[in-house]
């Protein structure tokens, strides 16, 4: 076997090293093609990687190195090692990444930057690498001492983008908080003038712009701020509207001034030329002449301000029409909205001139449509054909201009303005939201706004919608009757959401959220009137309920060629779904990935409808009914006032779940959501913990045994009665049935086995309508739960209870940890102590009525351990699944586990 060429010269000092090692990296990005399909996928230019030495890290570096036990190894794997090149024990530290050097005036290299290509990571490796130690040398250096004027990028791949597009006067951080003394010490050496910040477009890139220009602001450089769309970078933005060159001159140009006072006034930028740093020498076994020094083309200009004025063309603008008047010549142009491109400038135009006139469609930017056009618009005109060219120039421009301003308008997120919150609403909503009863005022406030009763479900609903802010939100659906409340329920929910985070429908087809903006649903409530108005667009909803996105590939026309491409469209969630039906069966995907609340349908709920009904016809209804915008007011501003948090739980790995069925992995992660969003509303009330891993910074706050209680309570309830094989109306008929059947039995002396009863007997004694009875009879019919006989004359349909219902007023979740268990479990662990909040921070929820709002635990004591369940000592409690025969006295639905269940006692 052939022996292969050693990269580098053994004898060379650290320095020389790094420098052979980058060129061996380059010579092998040469040779690969998945990496320069990378590079030309993100709109690098070719030149760019021979001037910046762009390399790729393939896994053959160490195949070259002599062996550790080889004389000529000299160390070498060692040096290495301690350059950073080589990990540890032995491995590349940037395997399989991109290689892009930072490379000092001397032709040295003094950084390095990784960005990994491999798709599929394991959790926790990290995408970018450098080389260990702090960050030395400034990327593309050369720019600064040629060009007063410099635009700062948040990362190299960006830095390139710009390079790419001819913006050549650019350099780089090194991430949000990687803007280094060497940078500053650079720019102020060279004398730079102003600095364009073209951070990216979230969160982190304005909070790093604000910093990086508050230090330049004080060493007397001016600051623009760069503003792509939001949630954009360089590199996104360019590869989104092309071409690159006009794009990012656009943003350019309208960058925001950083400082204090009026914007300073900017002398015209000049186009450079800069020359590529200098290449140092190769080992010859990598000796390529396509690496020497290549010329370049200039430099574009970089300034906020046009390098020529607009033109100032008179002009009147409508919906539909531009009017343009030179002298006694006037233009008329239509069809201008339509061009969404910088590639094309297809208008209709008409030239009169006193009565005369010319009219015809054209392309601005096709030279023989605009010939065409002076040479028949000057015969019909009677004017000097050069006339006419000047003013088709005119127009030309001012049309240019007005399509720029429309471009930058439509790529701007759709959303309604923010609303404004003046000091005495902010106060009030903190008050709220630092209010030890949160959650009982929360359940009270929606008593006053006219919702009586549904407690947990109102709580349930609330918090779903305030899941949005979480990057896995829970789903709700709301399901009843016809005309029982449950759009009531829903509108209730949605009024205390602030409309610029809610998106209701009351329909949709199938395709439709394929195509909404790639942001319009990001973090928001999305709601459906009715399930079935959203059948078609089913799958799309349960996919972007799980997956927190969606993606569709389309045919479309291409508005430059008219050939048809494909083109893919894209909606970022996550998103908080709540929908309502009738229907009794509901679809089992949704049902996974939701919550399903039941609305009552009692009598005495019925009878609180109808006195709040009255009521609100009083003298205190109409003050109520004022009070009620008020309200509305205040918990949309409470909300406003939740900001994106992280929720870590230290108590995690002591929460049980049952694990019976594959379905309880999906309610599990609903539990937990539950336990986080509970917090979440609660942030305010505890402390905000910092966590820093490399350059990104984790706030977050921390989940308390009272959340959990909480969570539990709301768990067994609604997660109880979702694990039952019984929708909840049909449960209730049950009840109506064995109570009617025990009253009927008591009163005619016979046993339950002998008595028979008719629908019609059963509908009259419950007060049920006869199509409600039907559907829910014929269910308990299915699962046998009644049996159904045919006797007398004509075979008339009679039915006896073969269930007997026994003590049911409470559904459970079996398996989950008792709070008191909880507690003395972790006083016999050690567990962190870095929460941020005492526990008893939610307990205002407790104390009330109803199914939420039950007594505290008062001075309960953890001294004695009590027996807890595992998820691995339910397999031998509950062997089968969640649902029993329906025969005997056995509950259909999971009941707490015994254990449990004297821990709570």
Same mark, same amino acid.
Request: charged share 25%; hydrophobic share 40%; aromatic share 6%.
């Given at each position: 076997?052939?022996?292969? $060429?050693?990269?580098?010269?053994?004898?060379? $000092?650290?320095?020389?090293?790094?420098?052979?090692?980058?060129?061996?990296?380059?010579?092998?990005?040469?040779?690969?093609?998945?990496?320069? @399909?990378?590079?030309?996928?993100?709109?690098?230019?070719?030149?760019?990687?021979?001037?910046?030495?762009?390399?790729?890290?393939?896994?053959?570096?160490?195949?070259?190195?002599?062996?550790?036990?080889?004389?000529?190894?000299?160390?070498?794997?060692?040096?290495?090692?301690?350059?950073?090149?080589?990990?540890?024990?032995?491995?590349?530290?940037?395997?399989?990444?991109?290689?892009?050097? *930072?490379?000092?005036?001397?032709?040295? !290299?003094?950084?390095?930057?990784?960005?990994?290509?491999?798709?599929?990571?394991? =959790?926790?490796?990290? +995408?970018?690498?450098?080389?260990?130690?702090?960050?030395?040398?400034?990327?593309?250096?050369?720019?600064?001492?040629?060009?007063?004027?410099?635009?700062?990028?948040?990362?190299?791949?960006?830095?390139?983008?710009?390079?790419?597009?001819?913006?050549?006067?650019?350099?780089?951080?090194?991430?949000?908080?990687?803007?280094?003394?060497?940078?500053?010490?650079?720019?102020?050496?060279?004398?730079?003038?102003?600095?364009?910040?073209?951070?990216? +477009?979230?969160?982190?890139?304005? &909070?790093?712009?604000?910093? !990086?220009?508050?230090?330049?602001?004080?060493?007397?450089?001016?600051?623009?701020?760069?503003?792509?769309?939001?949630?954009?970078? =360089?590199?996104?933005?360019?590869?989104?509207?092309?071409?690159?060159?006009?794009?990012?001159?656009?943003?350019?140009?309208?960058?925001?001034?950083?400082?204090?006072?009026?914007?300073?006034?900017?002398?015209?930028?000049?186009?450079?030329?800069?020359?590529?740093?200098?290449?140092?020498?190769?080992?010859?076994?990598?000796?390529?002449?396509?690496?020497?020094?290549?010329?370049?083309?200039?430099?574009?200009?970089?300034?906020?301000?046009?390098?020529?004025?607009?033109?100032?063309?008179?002009?009147? /603008?409508?919906?539909?029409?531009?009017?343009?008047?030179?002298?006694?010549? &006037?233009? +008329?142009?239509?069809?201008?909205?339509?061009?969404?491109?910088?590639?094309?400038?297809?208008?209709?135009?008409?030239?009169?001139?006193?009565?005369?006139?010319?009219?015809?469609?054209?392309?601005?930017?096709?030279?023989?449509?605009?010939?065409?056009?002076?040479?028949?618009?000057?015969?019909?005109?009677?004017? @000097?054909?050069?006339?006419?060219?000047?003013?088709?120039?005119?127009?030309?421009?001012?049309?240019?201009?007005?399509?720029?301003?429309?471009?930058?308008? =439509?790529?701007?997120?759709?959303?309604?303005?923010?609303?404004?919150?003046?000091?005495?609403?902010?106060?009030?909503?903190?008050?709220?939201?630092?209010?030890?009863?949160?959650?009982?005022?929360?359940?009270?406030?929606?008593?006053?706004?006219?919702?009586?009763?549904?407690?947990?479900?109102?709580? *349930?609903?609330?918090?779903?919608?305030?899941?949005?802010?979480?990057?896995?939100?829970?789903?709700?659906?709301?399901?009843?009757?016809?005309?029982?409340?449950?759009?009531?329920?829903?509108?209730?929910?949605?009024?205390? /959401?602030?409309?610029?985070?809610?998106?209701?429908?009351?329909?949709?087809?199938?395709?439709?959220?394929?195509?909404?903006?790639?942001?319009?649903?990001?973090?928001?409530?999305?709601?459906?009137?009715?399930?079935?108005?959203?059948?078609?667009?089913?799958?799309?909803?349960?996919?972007?309920?799980?997956?927190?996105?969606?993606?569709?590939?389309?045919?479309?026309?291409?508005?430059?060629?008219?050939?048809?491409?494909?083109?893919?469209?894209?909606?970022?969630?996550?998103?908080?779904?709540?929908?309502?039906?009738?229907?009794?069966?509901?679809?089992?995907?949704?049902?996974?990935?939701?919550?399903?609340?039941?609305?009552?349908?009692?009598?005495?709920?019925?009878?609180?409808?109808?006195?709040?009904?009255? $009521?609100?016809?009083?003298?205190?209804?109409?003050?109520?009914?004022?009070?009620?915008?008020?309200?509305?007011?205040?918990?949309?501003?409470?909300?406003?006032?939740?900001?994106?948090?992280?929720?870590?739980?230290?108590?995690?790995?002591?929460?049980?779940?049952?694990?019976?069925?594959?379905?309880?992995?999906?309610?599990?992660?609903?539990?937990?959501?539950?336990?986080?969003?509970?917090?979440?509303?609660?942030?305010?009330?505890?402390?905000?913990?910092?966590?820093?891993?490399?350059?990104?910074?984790?706030?977050?706050?921390? !989940?308390?045994?009272?959340?959990?209680?909480?969570?539990?309570?709301?768990?067994?309830?609604?997660?109880?009665?979702?694990?039952?094989?019984?929708?909840?109306?049909?449960?209730?008929?049950?009840?109506?049935?064995?109570?009617?059947? /025990?009253?009927?039995?008591?009163?005619?002396?016979?046993?339950?086995?002998?008595?028979?009863?008719?629908?019609?007997?059963?509908?009259?004694?419950?007060?049920?309508?006869?199509?409600?009875?039907?559907?829910?009879?014929?269910?308990? *019919?299915?699962?046998?739960?009644?049996?159904?006989?045919?006797?007398?004359?004509?075979?008339?349909?009679?039915?006896?209870?073969?269930?007997?219902?026994?003590?049911?007023?409470?559904?459970? !979740?079996?398996?989950?940890?008792?709070?008191?268990?909880?507690?003395?479990?972790?006083?016999?662990?050690?567990?962190?102590?870095?929460?941020?909040?005492?526990?008893?921070?939610?307990?205002?929820?407790?104390?009330?009525?109803?199914?939420?709002?039950?007594?505290?635990?008062?001075?309960?004591? =953890? *001294?004695?351990?009590?027996?807890?369940?595992?998820?691995?000592?339910?397999?031998?409690?509950?062997?089968?699944?969640?649902?029993?025969?329906?025969?005997?006295?056995? +509950?259909?639905?999971?009941?707490?586990?015994?254990?449990?269940?004297?821990?709570?006692?």
């Amino acid at each position: 076997m052939r022996k292969l $060429d050693t990269p580098i010269a053994l004898d060379a $000092d650290d320095q020389a090293l790094l420098n052979q090692i980058i060129d061996y990296y380059h010579s092998s990005l040469k040779r690969s093609p998945e990496a320069l @399909a990378y590079l030309e996928s993100r709109g690098i230019a070719g030149e760019a990687i021979d001037v910046f030495k762009l390399g790729f890290a393939n896994r053959t570096l160490g195949l070259r190195l002599p062996n550790k036990n080889r004389i000529a190894d000299a160390g070498i794997r060692e040096r290495l090692q301690k350059l950073g090149i080589l990990r540890n024990f032995g491995h590349e530290h940037f395997n399989g990444s991109l290689v892009i050097p *930072v490379i000092d005036q001397a032709g040295n !290299v003094s950084e390095v930057y990784g960005r990994r290509l491999l798709k599929t990571l394991h =959790a926790g490796t990290p +995408r970018h690498l450098y080389l260990p130690g702090p960050h030395k040398g400034v990327w593309n250096i050369a720019a600064l001492g040629v060009a007063p004027e410099i635009i700062l990028c948040e990362a190299l791949i960006d830095a390139l983008t710009f390079w790419s597009a001819g913006y050549r006067n650019v350099t780089t951080a090194y991430g949000i908080e990687g803007f280094t003394d060497d940078i500053l010490a650079a720019f102020k050496a060279h004398g730079t003038q102003r600095v364009l910040i073209a951070f990216d +477009r979230d969160e982190a890139g304005e &909070r790093g712009a604000a910093k !990086v220009a508050e230090r330049l602001l004080a060493e007397g450089i001016d600051c623009f701020r760069i503003q792509f769309p939001k949630g954009m970078d =360089a590199n996104a933005y360019a590869l989104k509207v092309t071409p690159a060159s006009r794009s990012l001159g656009l943003v350019i140009r309208q960058a925001l001034w950083l400082g204090k006072g009026t914007v300073p006034t900017h002398p015209e930028t000049v186009p450079v030329a800069i020359d590529p740093p200098p290449t140092p020498i190769l080992p010859t076994a990598l000796a390529d002449p396509s690496l020497a020094a290549k010329t370049f083309p200039a430099a574009l200009p970089a300034s906020p301000l046009p390098a020529a004025p607009a033109d100032d063309a008179p002009c009147t /603008v409508t919906d539909n029409e531009i009017t343009l008047t030179f002298g006694d010549r &006037r233009y +008329r142009v239509r069809g201008l909205a339509k061009n969404l491109s910088f590639e094309i400038l297809k208008v209709n135009l008409l030239a009169t001139r006193g009565e005369r006139f010319y009219v015809d469609t054209l392309d601005l930017y096709a030279a023989k449509q605009r010939q065409s056009y002076t040479t028949h618009a000057a015969i019909e005109l009677q004017v @000097a054909e050069d006339i006419l060219k000047t003013d088709l120039g005119r127009v030309l421009r001012k049309l240019e201009a007005l399509q720029e301003e429309a471009i930058r308008q =439509a790529l701007q997120p759709a959303v309604p303005p923010a609303a404004t919150m003046d000091a005495a609403q902010r106060d009030a909503a903190l008050s709220l939201l630092k209010a030890p009863d949160l959650v009982r005022r929360l359940l009270a406030d929606f008593a006053t706004c006219g919702l009586i009763g549904e407690e947990t479900n109102k709580l *349930v609903g609330y918090l779903a919608a305030v899941s949005r802010k979480l990057d896995r939100p829970l789903g709700v659906v709301i399901q009843s009757s016809s005309a029982a409340g449950k759009s009531s329920l829903m509108d209730a929910v949605l009024a205390f /959401v602030p409309d610029e985070e809610k998106v209701k429908y009351s329909a949709m087809t199938g395709q439709s959220l394929f195509y909404m903006g790639e942001t319009n649903l990001k973090h928001k409530a999305l709601a459906i009137v009715e399930e079935e108005g959203a059948s078609r667009a089913s799958y799309a909803l349960k996919l972007l309920q799980s997956e927190g996105e969606l993606t569709i590939a389309s045919t479309g026309k291409d508005p430059t060629t008219g050939n048809l491409i494909t083109q893919q469209y894209r909606v970022e969630g996550p998103v908080a779904l709540l929908l309502t039906t009738t229907a009794r069966d509901i679809d089992e995907e949704l049902m996974n990935r939701c919550l399903v609340l039941a609305v009552d349908e009692g009598r005495e709920q019925t009878r609180a409808i109808h006195q709040v009904q009255r $009521d609100r016809r009083t003298l205190q209804g109409l003050i109520a009914r004022r009070e009620k915008d008020a309200l509305i007011t205040l918990h949309q501003n409470a909300q406003r006032l939740l900001r994106p948090l992280d929720v870590l739980n230290p108590y995690a790995q002591f929460l049980t779940f049952p694990d019976q069925t594959t379905r309880l992995r999906r309610d599990h992660e609903k539990y937990l959501t539950l336990i986080d969003t509970i917090a979440f509303l609660h942030q305010h009330q505890r402390d905000v913990k910092t966590a820093q891993r490399g350059e990104q910074v984790i706030e977050y706050i921390e !989940v308390t045994l009272a959340d959990i209680e909480l969570a539990n309570r709301i768990a067994h309830d609604v997660l109880g009665r979702s694990l039952d094989e019984l929708p909840p109306q049909t449960r209730r008929l049950l009840k109506l049935i064995d109570g009617y059947v /025990v009253a009927e039995c008591t009163r005619q002396s016979v046993k339950r086995s002998d008595f028979r009863f008719s629908r019609r007997a059963l509908r009259e004694a419950i007060t049920w309508g006869d199509t409600q009875l039907r559907v829910h009879l014929e269910r308990l *019919v299915d699962l046998e739960y009644v049996l159904v006989y045919r006797e007398g004359p004509g075979g008339k349909y009679v039915y006896v209870l073969a269930y007997e219902v026994g003590d049911e007023s409470r559904a459970q !979740v079996a398996g989950l940890i008792d709070i008191a268990a909880l507690e003395a479990l972790i006083s016999t662990t050690t567990i962190p102590k870095s929460r941020g909040s005492t526990p008893e921070v939610a307990g205002g929820v407790r104390g009330g009525s109803g199914p939420v709002a039950v007594g505290s635990r008062g001075n309960e004591s =953890a *001294v004695t351990p009590h027996p807890v369940r595992v998820s691995g000592d339910l397999s031998n409690a509950m062997p089968e699944t969640h649902c029993s025969r329906p025969t005997g006295k056995s +509950r259909s639905y999971p009941q707490a586990v015994p254990a449990l269940a004297a821990a709570s006692a």
